[in-house]
Every structure is written in structure tokens, then in C-alpha cells.
């Protein structure tokens, strides 16, 4: 049987074993499909820990941060017969320029090589977070590839917005939701005393500049720092206020070693803030899905910042409060059809009052059962879709061969 060599654009790798949580997540889903499929021979993606990467999914991986490195990766994308781009947010300039250029990059040499090319599970950003030149960019590459598999209905919109020809779109789910099965195998855990998963980020360096954030700490350093904490004091109030009543689980979900992400040390940050309350503790667990999903069965209610945090919480069926700071995660809270009291806008200064942000918790622990019905039907309507994504790689496969 013939076989073709798949390159995935997937950032799941990007950082090794210390990549950001969603990133890993969406890999593991796509390196899973992709096994699962007898024609596809070798998959190719990036890594900065080749050695690690390789041994633990059994892909050849490439480290892009190197010359070396780099061209290798234009060698293997030359090699696939498919590219696929994401999945997570593809084409958005407010956290770096340079950003989506790396994301498109990928389908923009797909186009020149020859090669067919997917972006499966992704999000669109909206208007205000993609730069004039960014909507362009995005507009002349992704109307060059074979289809575009959005996660959410306000992503479809949004790439209608910029340009994206209509045919090329397919409303589909994020790939995490490959994994929302698996909850049958980690029961609910039954602990005392109730116990809320807090998902924190330092969300200031989300600006839309031109520079990632890693090399924007180097050049004003003291300023950031500044920032990053009057940050962790705002969530150390909120880490007070939920540990008078819960205990707390905060997770960290980029333990990246680089400085371009700093939630493990934000984590710590808060918590020595806070005085270093009893019944609070930072998860140092591994990230991948199984170590997720099995931590997601000790918890009662999510409050998370970072979308992954938001998604894993509805594959588990948790109930959740969205901190918002990014178009990306009130679009897929809108997308599980929450009621509004559940999406906090996220203010730097003043994270929510206390007495609605109390109540929400309360209303979401005392309304278990009701949140597990109404996940239950939005979730299985998201795994259809994701089921979608599966196909759509099969029958590109199919017409390559």
C-alpha cells in the first residue's frame, strides 16, 4: 500500500515537553488521527526537543529555532504530500506580527511545493485582534489551500470577514474535543472539600505589537515586571477570596523554560502573594492529556483565563467561568450557548467583584447536575463536528492516492 508523508504545523511540540497545554493536547488529537490511518507513512513536525519528541510519538521532528533546524523543516515540507495547519487560534497579530507569519508560513509553501494542505480546528480572530496587513496576509494564503476546518460559528464569520472564500470553509471543533471520550475513564473523583481549578495568565503582553513577547522582556524589562506584578497581586486576591471556601488547584498550563511564558513562575508569584494560603496548591504534574483529564476528574468548578483551560473543562463536563481577556475564549463560551453571568471580561486591575464572582462559583457547584445535561448535548454536537475534521484529512489523503 502506498503511503504519503504528513507534515503538521502543530506549535504541540514547539517547546518539547514544556510546551503550552493546549498546544499539546491539539498534537497528541492530530498525531492520534494520523496513526489511526493505515496510508499515512511518516509524520513530520516541529520541536525544539527533537530527542524527546521522536521517542515519545514516534514522528520525525525538526527544530526550526536552528539554521540547521530550519531547513530541515523546509526539506520535510517539501517531502509531505500534506501539510495541515493548527489547530488553535491561526490568525490573530495581537500577541506578535511574527505570529502569524509563522502560522501561515506553512500553507504559504504548501502552495509553492505543490503539496495539499488543511487547517484543521482552527480559530479566526475577531476584527480587532488582526492587524489590517495581518488580514491580507491571512487572505492571500488560506484562500490558497484545499480547506479551512473552523472550531467555533464566530470564527466562520470572522473568516468570511477577511476574505476566506466561502467553499473553503467548514465549521468543525477544536481537537481537544478527539479526546472527550475519555472521561469514561477517570470517574469523578469524590474528595472533600470542594475544590476549584484556577487557571491564571499574565495576559498584559498581549498588545499586537510586531516583537513576541519574549523579546519585548528583554528589551524593557523593568516595566514588564512591573506588570507582571500588579498581575499576580489582582489574582492573589481572587487565590484569597476562593480559598476562604474551596480548596484551590492552580495550573500553570505553559511551563515553557523559555521567558516568553511565564505561567508556572506566575503561579508561584500569586501564591507567595496571597501568604501562601493552606489549602491552595500549584499543579506540577506532567502536561499531557491523560495527566489533564485525570486532574480534571478531582474538580468541582474551572475559572480559567487561557482557552484550553475553558475547553478541557467541557470535555470533561466541569461547569466553568471564563476570565476573558481574548476574542477566542467569549467565542467559544458563546459557542457552548453559557449564560452571560459565566464569561467575566477580564480586567487587569479588578479581575470581578467578589460578590459575583462568589455567587457565580456557588450557582455552578449547586447546578452540577444541570451543567453536566447541558455539556453532555453541546459537547456530543462538537465531537460530530470534530468527527468532521477526521474525514476531511481522510479524503484528502483518499484523492492523493
Known amino acids: 500500500m502506498k503511503k504519503i508523508n504528513v507534515f503538521t504545523a502543530s506549535w504541540g511540540q514547539l517547546h518539547g515537553r514544556h ?10 488529537a492530530l498525531v492520534d488521527i494520523l496513526k489511526s490511518i493505515k496510508s499515512v507513512g511518516r509524520i513530520y513536525c516541529y520541536s525544539s526537543d527533537p530527542s524527546y519528541t521522536d521517542e515519545r510519538y514516534d514522528v520525525q521532528s525538526t527544530n526550526p529555532f536552528t539554521l540547521k533546524g530550519l531547513l530541515r523543516t523546509i526539506r520535510n515540507l517539501h517531502r509531505s504530500e500534506l501539510v495541515l495547519l493548527g489547530g488553535g487560534e491561526l490568525v490573530q497579530t495581537q500577541s506578535s506580527f511574527l505570529y502569524l507569519v509563522a ?3 506553512p500553507g504559504l509553501l504548501s ?5 495539499r494542505c488543511l487547517a484543521v480546528g482552527v480559530g479566526i480572530a475577531n476584527e480587532g485582534e488582526i492587524s489590517r496587513i495581518g488580514r491580507i496576509i491571512a487572505r492571500f494564503v488560506l484562500n490558497r489551500i484545499d480547506r ?16 476566506i472564500k466561502h467553499k473553503k470553509l467548514m465549521l468543525t471543533a477544536d481537537l481537544a474535543f478527539h479526546f472527550a471520550n475519555l472521561k469514561m475513564l477517570f470517574p469523578p473523583s469524590r474528595i472533600r472539600p470542594q ?3 484556577l487557571c491564571p495568565r499574565y495576559t498584559k503582553k498581549r498588545h499586537g505589537d510586531f516583537l513576541p513577547s519574549w523579546i519585548k522582556r528583554k528589551l524593557n524589562r523593568k516595566i514588564i515586571d512591573q506588570d507582571f506584578h500588579a498581575s499576580a497581586t489582582c489574582f492573589a486576591d481572587l487565590l484569597n477570596q476562593l480559598c476562604n ?37 500549584i499543579y506540577e504534574g506532567a502536561i499531557t492529556t491523560d495527566a489533564i483529564m485525570r486532574l480534571m476528574s478531582k474538580i468541582d468548578v474551572v475559572v480559567a483565563v487561557p482557552l484550553h483551560g475553558l475547553i478541557m473543562a467541557a470535555v470533561n ?20 450557548e453559557l449564560k452571560p453571568n459565566l464569561i467575566i471580561q477580564y480586567d487587569q486591575e479588578k479581575i470581578l467583584n467578589i460578590d459575583l464572582r462568589n455567587h457565580a462559583i456557588q450557582n455552578c457547584i449547586n447546578r452540577n447536575r444541570e451543567f453536566g445535561c447541558r455539556f453532555e ?10 468527527n468532521q475534521t477526521i474525514q476531511n484529512i481522510k479524503t484528502e489523503i483518499l484523492e492523493i492516492l
Request: charged share 20%; with cysteine.
Open 19 to 28: 510546551s503550552n497545554m493546549g498546544d499539546i493536547i491539539i498534537f497528541e
Open 317 to 336: 463536563r466541569k461547569p466553568m467561568i471564563a476570565l476573558v481577556y481574548a476574542s477566542k475564549c467569549e467565542n467559544f463560551m458563546v459557542e457552548l
Open 245 to 281: 471556601s474551596y480548596k484551590v488547584i492552580i495550573l500553570p498550563v505553559y511551563q515553557s523554560r523559555n521567558s516568553s511564558s511565564e505561567d508556572t513562575l506566575f503561579a508561584h508569584k500569586i501564591v507567595e502573594t496571597a501568604g501562601f494560603p493552606d489549602n491552595a496548591e
Open 377 to 386: 448535548k453541546s459537547v456530543s454536537i462538537l465531537i460530530h463536528r470534530h
Open 111 to 115: 502552495w509553492i511545493f505543490g503539496s
Open 195 to 197: 475544590t476549584i481549578l
Open 103 to 105: 502560522n501561515l508560513a
Open 148 to 163: 479551512i476546518c473552523v472550531r467555533e460559528r464566530t470564527s466562520f464569520r470572522n473568516a468570511l470577514d477577511i476574505g
